[in-house]
């Protein structure tokens, strides 16, 4: 592929994770496997402390939603990306 097909990156956005407007948490390890399964973006893991972790997704229409279905047992996702994603996000957790 030469440079001039190649598409320009588009310059890194600043998100500032601390402004509600912009970003969406929640400690629940299992909800936000769901969220990323869902293709919501995961823009942060804050580890607060040795037992709790804040998980910081980009704020997007339909987010609250997802989650309520969620929590009322009524989100369908596939089994196996669940299953994946929740070991990569315990893997991300418990890495460093």
């Known amino acids: 592929m030469t440079r001039e097909n190649q598409r320009p990156t588009p310059e890194p956005q600043y998100i ?10 929640t400690y629940d390890l299992n909800c936000s496997a769901a969220l990323v399964c869902a293709g919501f973006e995961l823009l942060s893991v804050e580890k607060q402390n040795p037992r709790k972790c ?10 609250e939603a ?24 315990k893997n991300r957790l418990y890495s460093v």
């Open 16 to 25: 500032p994770l601390d402004d509600p407007s912009t970003v969406w948490t």
């Open 66 to 89: 997802l989650c309520d279905l969620y929590w009322s047992d009524r989100l369908e996702i596939k089994a196996r990306a669940y299953a994946d994603t929740l070991k990569a996000l």
């Open 54 to 63: 804040l998980f910081v997704f980009r704020k997007r229409d339909g987010i």
